[in-house]
């Protein structure tokens, strides 16, 4: 059945794609953004290395390619409670979709003033939105995209479960309680920070206002291109590449093309969760054709379709590509190994097949980075957010 869908973040690497397919699939699809990240990419001096168009030349591309429109609406869902209140009221959508958040960890860790945007974009932004969706009492499903990155890092090959632990606690008088419990949170950043927070602003307004909402935990996206994007170049994914927001298997992809060696943190034992662009899509799709019931607990997704160690990954990028591996000191505070294994059998069960590395989608990554090289700024390569002072280059946690 035709859905009215608004998608805030649809300018986004994620949310452009989304709105596409769910225009494709037959809904009613309206974007709201605040161009904020074109900004961002200014101000770094790291614009996308594909040529993003000016919205209105993506949504007449879009016309004309498929015979339908999306509307938009220029909208800061932090600091403009009023209008989104007001597009709500006047949309009534079936479901929201909410990208519209600071996404990038290093940019989070730059300085006080990077913290407290993001914590401030952030929180407000999906704060507003609840208290607009309980005030409005449309029962509008909520799709929000999280992120893997709250559950830690520092896993010792426990299967991440999707949002809740069974526990049992013992009581004084040996009394079992069993409790189910949202997985415990250890951010490793201020963004990663800001999703643990979403994580409790969404129980408390799903118990107390039965808001049926489902938040994805999504592991790194790779990639650029999805079926609809492909149709027009106007409708041309971004690709960022830079140390804050370029994602580490499509840095390494576009490094390769570049001819700079792979920058590997550390010892690249880090283990990660992945997924392709267009998984991403059709997961969102089927999350808003699967929604949770009014009244029952946040539907918490694990949105990844492997895992993979960033060593590993540099050594697959160059042995496809013949690059060279640099091992660099690591800007991040983050474990130097850990192991991770994700369950994701609700997506599973629910019919998704993802596409992993081996399917060989590396190297249309690549004809895309390869196409558009002359476009970036050698000086943006370098990730140069440092988590705490002691990552300064040359010195170690011993120092
Ligand atoms: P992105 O920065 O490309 O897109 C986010 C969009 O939201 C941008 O177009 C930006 O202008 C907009 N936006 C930000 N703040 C806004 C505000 N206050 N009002 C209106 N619009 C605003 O990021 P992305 O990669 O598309 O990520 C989208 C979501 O998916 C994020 O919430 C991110 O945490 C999550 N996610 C992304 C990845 C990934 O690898 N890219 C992985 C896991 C989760
Ligand atoms: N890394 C390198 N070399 C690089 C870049 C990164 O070794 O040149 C390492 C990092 O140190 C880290 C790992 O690769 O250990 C992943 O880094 P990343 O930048 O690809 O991913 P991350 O900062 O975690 O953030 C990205 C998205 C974020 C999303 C998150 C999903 O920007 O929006 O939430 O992936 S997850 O990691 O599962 O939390």
């Known amino acids: 059945m035709p859905l009215s869908i608004l998608v805030l973040g649809g300018d986004g690497f994620c949310g452009w794609p989304t709105a596409l397919h769910l225009s494709r699939l037959g809904h009613a699809v309206t974007i709201a953004d605040n161009f904020s990240r074109r900004r961002i990419a200014d101000e770094l001096d790291a614009p996308s290395l594909t040529p993003i168009s000016p919205m209105n030349d993506r949504l007449t591309a879009w016309r004309r390619v498929s015979g339908r429109t999306i509307d938009f609406v220029e909208l800061d869902i932090a600091q403009d409670f009023a209008g989104l209140r007001a597009l709500l009221a006047d949309l009534r959508p079936d479901a929201v979709v909410h990208f519209a958040e600071q996404r990038a960890a290093p940019y989070s860790m730059r300085d006080t003033r990077r913290k407290t945007y993001t914590v401030d974009n952030n929180i407000n932004g999906t704060h507003n939105l609840l208290a607009v969706l309980a005030d409005l009492e449309h029962d509008t499903h909520l799709v929000h995209l999280g992120t893997m990155g709250v559950y830690g890092y520092d896993g010792d090959g426990l299967e991440i479960p999707e949002g809740y632990l069974d526990v049992t606690v013992e ?229």
């Open 171 to 399: 009581g004084p008088d040996g009394t079992r309680y069993p409790r189910s419990i949202l997985y415990p949170t250890r951010p490793g950043s201020v963004y990663h920070l800001t999703k643990s927070l979403d994580q409790l602003m969404f129980a408390f307004y799903a118990r107390n206002d039965r808001l049926r909402i489902t938040d994805l935990h999504q592991g790194i996206v790779w990639g650029t291109q999805t079926a609809e994007t492909r149709l027009d170049p106007a409708l041309v994914n971004r690709f960022d590449y830079d140390g804050d927001y370029g994602t580490v298997l499509n840095r390494f992809l576009m490094q390769a093309v570049a001819g700079h060696p792979l920058t590997v943190h550390g010892t690249g034992g880090q283990t990660r969760a992945f997924i392709n662009i267009q998984d991403t899509v059709r997961c969102v799709a089927l999350a808003i054709a699967n929604p949770p019931a009014r009244g029952e607990p946040v539907k918490i997704l694990n949105q990844a379709a492997e895992t993979h160690r960033v060593r590993d990954l540099a050594r697959l990028v160059a042995e496809v590509t013949g690059a060279s591996v640099e091992y660099v000191d690591n800007p991040r505070n983050e474990a130097a190994e850990n192991d991770l294994r994700v369950s994701n059998a609700t997506f599973r069960a629910l019919g998704l097949d993802p596409i992993l590395l081996r399917d060989g989608l590396l190297a249309e990554t690549t004809e895309i980075a390869a196409k558009y090289i002359d476009r970036h700024n050698p000086d943006a390569i370098a990730a140069t957010a440092l988590w705490t002072r002691d990552n300064a280059p040359g010195l170690s946690s011993a120092d």
